[in-house]
């Protein structure tokens, strides 16, 4: 490619400009396209010892994940990070809900004692949408299981005041907790029955098997493997502060199998951060610990040098963040991804980009420009798996969505994420409010990684770069050496001989002697990006506004 044909600006020229930028304010050229969609590469790296297939993770706020959205997280191949809004005994709970999950079955079905009555039923239909419920002596999963409700049992019961032992059906067909998922669909499909009790040798019940549930596992080999230990469970992140009874919270966690912490903080360049990182490095070796949130190079550097594994990248760039409005710091998201991910590449540390993300654009423009992860938290609130109850409001269906730094969230303990020390006078970093209905996790985040393939198709970021000359700008070289070392470093690549021809020519040619790097979608996409071949531009109002949808009378926008 000669001069004339390098149109555009390189990530260095449109991020050195004294002027902070978000997702929609950069827009990216198109490459040449010789490859398909589905052979872009997405998996990727969320701190140094923990790769996801697919690159996104729910945010831990208490209106997002909890057990429920990060089983379904890890089902397709992402993860959740449980929120801290909770009592220590709870979060751990939680955390090993998802570690005995069992892809199929469903791990905390809604269970009652039997002295409940048919209202409380009538009750829990309004909240949730369905009316069966397994009955036991204590009312909770692991009690001896007495019986089974279903709509059929109590439909035509007009007297509501009816105890559950008064109409349960006790006759029930159960499957013990060895069997495996073939088995349990086998004894559904032989039986005609829609839901299979699991329980162990006592008589408790385990969890419950249920035609919808095993036929939504049958759909997952076609979305991938889900993420797994090396025990073969569901990988599951938390969140946890940095006071000093957090460290209690983090040994009851990684008792009951957590494979990283969020240090949870709006602001992550502290004392108490820093702190906490090297205590949690020297008790738990192997905990991945991410560190954040920050915004700039030097806040980053900070956090690595106390042993960060990864590190959560924005401030005060969420829907329902006010940081920037009240506080007066932050940055605009697209220009602290950059930032931030320059320096943390050349140290070999994954960063998440969190905040600011609207639609699938938004995903590829985030991993474009240096994250190796995307945290959604609006994104993922009103979901089928979001914590919280569904209410009407307008003929419209909706959930509660709060910011963790709302008023109503600090409430309830998150104000150790905003507040340095305990104070009586709280100001509020967020808002609280409620968004649309969207339907269930696990049908929106594949539509979302297609989208973010073809993405990277556009811009010619294959699965493998079978190319062994990457060509770059010349004022690029010292970037190009950065990348180049956190490269073969993440690779394990052995080089006999790196040659470096930065003459006076406009392009320079660096060829990789010993071996094809095999880099993934996103390695290539990060090497576009730091070499100056991915170029960009920034978007005046007007071509914003041109670039989406814009002189209808009215349209409808499916997603998916």
């Known amino acids: 490619m000669n001069m004339e044909e390098l149109d555009g600006f390189s990530g260095k020229e449109v991020f050195g400009q004294g002027v902070c930028y978000t997702y929609d304010d950069v827009i990216f050229h198109p490459g040449h396209i010789d490859f398909a969609a589905h052979e872009v590469e997405l998996k990727s790296k969320i701190s140094k010892n923990i790769t996801l297939r697919t690159p996104l993770v729910s945010s831990p706020m208490d209106t997002v994940t909890e057990a429920g959205m990060a089983v379904a997280m890890a089902t397709v191949g992402g993860m959740g990070f449980l929120h801290y809004n909770m009592t220590t005994e709870d979060q751990a709970e939680n955390v090993r809900l998802v570690k005995n999950h069992t892809i199929g079955f469903i791990t905390h079905p809604e269970v009652m004692p039997p002295s409940n009555t048919i209202s409380d039923i009538d009750e829990m239909k309004s909240r949730r949408g369905y009316s069966s419920v397994l009955v036991t002596d204590t009312g909770k999963i692991g009690g001896k299981l007495l019986g089974i409700v279903t709509t059929r049992d109590i439909d035509l019961v007009t007297n509501r005041s009816l105890t559950l032992e008064s109409v349960m059906t006790c006759d029930l067909l159960t499957v013990d907790d060895t069997a495996t998922f073939e ?3 086998e004894m559904l499909k032989a039986s005609k029955k829609g839901k299979l009790p699991v329980v162990a040798a006592d008589g408790t019940l385990k969890r419950l098997a249920t035609y919808a549930s095993l036929k939504e596992a049958l759909l997952l080999p076609s979305a991938g493997a889900p993420s797994t230990d090396a025990k073969g469970r569901l990988l599951v992140g938390a969140a946890v502060g940095t006071r000093p009874d957090d460290k209690v919270r983090v040994a009851r966690l990684v008792e009951e199998g957590v494979d990283a912490v969020i240090l949870d903080s709006s602001q992550g360049d502290s004392v108490y951060q820093i702190e906490m990182i090297k205590h949690l490095k020297a008790t738990y070796p192997s905990l991945d610990v991410i560190g954040g949130n920050v915004v700039t190079a030097a806040q980053a550097s900070r956090l690595i040098d106390a042993g960060a594994d990864g590190l959560r ?23 602290a991804v950059y930032k931030v991910a320059a320096l943390a590449h050349s140290r070999g540390v994954p960063i998440i980009a969190d905040g600011g993300i609207q639609n699938s654009g938004h995903i590829v ?23 919280g109850d569904y209410f009407f409001q307008d003929g419209v269906k909706l959930k509660r969505y709060r910011g963790m730094g709302s008023l109503e969230a600090m409430s309830k303990g998150s104000d150790t994420r905003y507040l340095s020390e305990a104070t009586h006078l709280k100001v509020a970093q967020g808002v609280a409010g409620s968004v649309k209905d969207k339907g269930s996790v696990l049908k929106m985040i594949p539509y979302l990684m297609h989208g973010v393939k073809q993405g990277f198709q556009a811009r010619h970021c294959p699965s493998t770069a079978a190319s062994r000359v990457l060509c770059h700008r010349a004022y690029d070289l010292d970037v190009l050496m950065l990348w180049l070392r956190s490269v073969l470093v993440a690779c394990a690549v052995s080089v006999d001989l790196l040659v470096v021809d930065s003459g006076a020519q406009p392009l320079a040619a660096v060829s990789l002697l010993a071996a094809d790097l095999g880099a993934s979608g996103l390695v290539k996409g ?17 071509s914003q506004k041109e670039g989406g949808v814009h002189d209808m009378h009215s349209y409808e926008k499916k997603l998916w």
């Open 183 to 185: 088995k349990a669909a």
């Open 313 to 335: 990248v924005g401030m005060g760039s969420g829907s329902i963040c006010t940081t920037q409005e009240v506080c007066a710091v932050g940055r605009g998201q697209a220009t």
């Open 365 to 387: 423009k985030a991993l474009a420009l240096g994250a190796s992860m995307v945290m959604c938290g609006s994104m993922f609130a009103g979901t089928t798996e979001a914590p």
């Open 526 to 542: 990060h090497e576009l990006l730091y070499t100056g071949g991915m170029r960009m531009e920034t978007r005046s109002g007007a």
